[in-house]
């Protein structure tokens, strides 16, 4: 006799995987705040400091942000696998023994996807802060120097607010991208989001309700579909426009 999964069974497993897949993309969000933005805000200044040979530089910077997600997805995919160049390496310095699994575990394939997608747009927080930083009057900066003040404090007292515009960008940019992200756990872990839903997210659980890749029969569900999609547009619409906002009350005005 078959047996047949009820409602509520399927109910409980498909709200499992929408806030397993909600749980990602917001550590996904905490993690290029900090990765991503947070370093691009340290390069961009220490580029604003050194004055020489920025443009070299902030080209190095930006140049994984030229290629396709999709490009570097596939390229780390190939770096990170068993037997590959990041395996070899670690093998020769002697901080592997074993086999490179890093892709497979369930505890660090989120921060490696997390890791590959800081460094293929880490060029745009730096060109932005660096333009931010250059907006900046000279005179501010040579009056704090004269009082006193060190780098990190003129960054932290009187860089960082006056940077709130390039911030609120930044970080409504990065929401956006976030809450958007399928390309790089499509190539690096498949639709999937393996491990075991480990790398799963809002997108790709919505293509596989919508496609017919849910399951290992293929389960296509288009009402339910249907409601993540418009969840995910209602959720990307009023937290944008309140961090809009939030920024606007913050952003230092001369």
């Known amino acids: 006799m078959g047996s047949t999964i009820s409602p509520a069974c399927s109910s409980t497993r498909a709200g499992g995987k929408l806030s397993g897949a909600f749980t990602h993309n917001v550590f996904w969000f905490c993690g290029i705040m900090v990765l991503q933005n947070g370093l691009g805000l340290i390069f961009a200044y220490l580029l604003f400091l050194r004055r020489r040979g920025t443009a070299f530089l902030q080209s190095v910077f930006f140049f994984p942000a030229v290629l ?5 997805g596939a ?10 160049a ?3 390496l670690l093998h020769n310095l002697g901080l592997l023994e074993g086999r490179l699994t890093i892709l497979g575990d369930s505890t660090w394939a989120l921060w490696v996807l997390v890791a590959v ?3 293929n747009w880490m060029g745009l927080p730096v060109l932005i802060f660096t333009a931010g930083l250059r907006q900046i009057q000279p005179e501010v ?6 009082d006193g003040a060190g780098n990190g404090r003129i960054l932290w007292s009187i860089a960082l607010p006056q940077l709130m515009p390039s911030i609120s960008s930044l970080t409504t940019l990065t929401f956006i991208n976030t809450f958007n992200q399928f390309d ?3 190539v690096m872990q498949g639709v999937q989001g393996n491990p075991n839903f480990a790398t799963d997210t809002l997108v790709t659980y919505f293509f596989r309700l919508a496609f017919g890749a849910e399951g290992a ?20 619409t ?17």
Do not use: C, K
């Open 68 to 72: 396709s997600p999709v490009i570097v």
């Open 217 to 236: 029969v293929g389960i296509t569900d288009i009402g339910l579909a249907l409601a993540l999609g418009t969840l995910l547009f209602l959720l990307l």
């Open 75 to 84: 390229l780390w995919r190939l770096l990170l696998t068993p037997d590959g």
């Open 141 to 146: 900066f040579e009056a704090a120097r004269l």
């Open 184 to 186: 790089l756990v499509y």
């Open 117 to 119: 997608d800081a460094w």
């Open 86 to 88: 990041v395996e070899t």
């Open 238 to 254: 009023v937290v944008t426009i309140g961090l809009l906002r939030f920024f606007e009350r913050r952003t230092v005005r001369f």
